[in-house]
């Protein structure tokens, strides 16, 4: 099949949950469970992931050779929605060479000395990379802002911590990721949308399971007492945030297999549009090579 009958097929499963603009959009309207009637078992998807994997491990080879475009893909979602293995089998081909992922925990003292975006911009992906924010800057107006004592430890003089400090927190990011895409980084933006039941099924699983123990934490309870205080935050951000340059993916994540279907389809498309090659070699590298080949001959 063309590429080009390929990207329309992608397109399919990457559009639906495409946000470019913020104008009316509310989180009720997306099914954490929606699978656009895809029905397969776990070969099949694995098998459909590893085409597209192998697929985004050529753009990748590309994207590092030519040193021009970088990637930043920002992963947000609730405890247990899958994040961690999204990445993990989505970027499985990729050459760990080419790219690095971040996890943000806790500000350190040296963070909270510094303006809210400074700890992010540090991981910013150079030319030819790929970054991967597992949770970003968004925490600013997530939990940040359902937690606020946290605020408080930011140092902030009193006078900018007004009404609208999330308001303009989200202009501010909005502008950054601007100034970003004029930079050369590409921004894509992964809310994975996972239910409150399904959730639980999941926290449950990992009670049950010793080997999975590890994974729980008595604080993923405590923060789903405040879960329409996030996803009212969740909304808040990407109503404020969706754009043509930095679009987010409102990814249903009850359903693992689709999750990392619709995530790895949204990067090839991305990666694709940016019409990437190799660098071309010029008549005076031509010429070095050509007595590179020479000297190795003489040798044998």
């Known amino acids: 099949m063309p590429r080009k009958d390929i990207i329309d097929q992608i397109q399919k499963y990457t559009h639906p949950f495409r946000i470019t603009s913020g104008k009316g959009f509310q989180l009720k309207d997306f099914d954490p469970g929606e699978t656009r009637g895809l029905r397969m078992d776990k070969g099949e998807a694995a098998e459909l992931l590893q085409r597209g994997t192998q697929w985004l491990a050529e753009e990748q080879d590309m994207l590092y050779a030519q040193d021009r475009w970088s990637l930043l893909l920002v992963f947000q979602a609730m405890d247990a929605a899958g994040k961690d293995s999204t990445i993990k089998h989505v970027m499985s081909g990729v050459n760990p060479q080419g790219c690095r992922v971040s996890s943000f925990k806790q500000p350190s003292q040296e963070d909270l000395d510094h303006d809210f975006l400074w700890r992010y911009v540090r991981r910013l992906p150079e030319r030819g990379q790929i970054g991967i924010f597992n949770r970003s800057y968004y925490e600013e107006v997530l939990v940040v802002r359902v937690h606020e004592e946290i605020l408080k430890r930011q140092k902030l003089p009193p006078q900018v911590m007004g009404k609208r400090i999330w308001d303009e927190r989200l202009a501010d990011i909005a502008h950054f990721e601007g100034y970003l895409t004029r930079q050369g980084v590409v921004v894509l933006k992964f809310f994975l949308n996972l239910s409150r039941e399904e959730q639980k099924k999941r926290f449950v699983k990992r009670l049950d399971t010793p080997e999975k123990n590890w994974k729980f934490s008595a604080s993923d309870v405590h ?10 935050s969740f909304e808040d951000a990407i109503r404020a945030t969706a754009s043509e340059h930095a679009p987010w993916y409102v990814v249903p ?4 297999w689709f999750t990392r279907l619709v995530v790895a389809a949204a990067i090839v498309e991305a990666v694709e549009q940016l019409d990437l090659a190799y660098p071309k ?4 590298q031509k010429k070095e090579l050509a007595a590179a080949r020479e000297e190795l001959a003489r040798e044998s």
Not at 223 to 232: A, I, P, T, V
Not at 281 to 284: G, L, M, N, P, Q
């Open 253 to 256: 994540a009850d359903n693992k």
């Open 281 to 284: 070699v010029s008549a005076e």
């Open 223 to 232: 923060e789903r007492r405040y879960w329409r205080d996030y996803m009212r």
